[in-house]
């Protein structure tokens, strides 16, 4: 058990077609233990981020990233972003989040 707090992530989706993904990613988040938010309510992508500002990492669904298996990672404290495969993140979603232990 450690002791320091677990970064949030927030599933954001650009459109409606990739909700259903941005809900997989997020039980399969929630699974691993790590807190995640996803909007119910249908909102746009802009709303979606006003909502994830206190979040550590949010994940974006994009179609053309996903056309390629990829999402959108970006870390909210640094701005950086990163496109990461799905099945990276499916398999290991802890060292996919734990961005700067690398």
């Known amino acids: 058990c450690s ?4 970064p949030r992530v927030s599933v ?3 459109n409606d077609d990739m909700q259903k993904v941005a809900h997989s990613i997020t039980s399969l988040l929630r699974l691993n ?3 995640t938010d ?3 309510a249908g909102r746009n992508l802009k709303k979606q981020m006003d909502i994830a500002n206190t979040s550590r990492y949010t994940i974006i669904v994009g179609p053309q990233e996903l056309e390629q298996g990829n999402v959108v990672l970006k ?3 640094t701005g950086i ?3 990461i495969s799905l099945e990276k993140l ?3 979603p802890k060292t996919i ?3 700067e232990k690398h």
Not at 3 to 6: F, G, H, T
């Open 90 to 92: 499916t398999e290991d």
């Open 33 to 35: 233990n790590i807190p």
């Open 97 to 99: 989040l734990n961005l």
């Open 81 to 83: 972003e990163a496109t």
């Open 38 to 40: 996803i909007d119910l």
């Open 3 to 6: 002791s320091d707090l677990q």
């Open 75 to 77: 870390d909210m404290k």
């Open 12 to 14: 954001l989706y650009i």
